[in-house]
């Protein structure tokens, strides 16, 4: 598997003898792991260069935070993207319906990286490999999608950051008043 810069694959391998190796109980967790070995991966040279594990969050600098929220466009807009930041939104993709009436996976993210993923035990049965790895890069893009977009070229980019605080206090104030 191998990641983007928001520690989100862009290229999943499954195994084609894959329903020779691994009962379809275990596609969930193989999936789990094969994205816990691809964030290893990452944060091997980082640990070996004086890094931490933290510096693996795709966290934006509190600049492009308050700049983002500024962005927005109404007080559930500004909460969702203010609870994104915070750690408290989490992100859902499913996978297409299947067969069986569900989806063929979920995954759940945060702001950092892919919190959970679900494989249908019934679709994998019968899936192509290829299938399974495609369901997933689906999925991913669809959380790429859900995660909030920040603009280093926004009109407010050209504010300080006092002024950013003031301004951000002051709409944070309007859209309560606005409700």
Not at 21 to 27: A, D, V
Not at 40 to 65: E, F, K, Y
Request: glycine residues 4%.
């Amino acid at each position: 598997m191998k990641l983007d810069a928001d520690n989100l694959p862009t290229e999943v391998h499954v195994d084609r003898n894959i329903h020779n190796r691994i009962s379809t109980t275990g596609y969930s967790e193989a999936a789990t792991t094969g994205y816990q070995l691809a964030i290893w991966d990452r944060a091997i040279p980082l640990l070996q260069r004086g890094g931490a594990l933290s510096d693996l969050r795709s966290q934006q600098s509190h600049r492009l935070q308050m700049i983002s929220l500024l962005e927005t466009r109404s007080l559930q807009e500004f909460e969702t993207l203010e609870n994104a930041f915070a750690g408290r939104s989490t992100f859902k993709a499913d996978g297409p319906i299947t067969h069986t009436g569900a989806p063929s996976m979920a995954l759940h993210a945060n702001l950092s990286w892919i919190t959970r993923i679900e494989i249908s035990e019934e679709w994998a049965a019968q899936a192509d490999p290829w299938h399974i790895s495609a369901d997933l890069i689906s999925c991913t893009k669809s959380i790429r999608e859900q995660r909030p977009k920040f603009d280093q070229t926004s009109t407010w980019a050209i504010h300080s950051d006092i002024d950013l605080e003031s301004e951000l206090r002051k709409y944070r104030d309007y859209l309560k008043g606005s409700k």
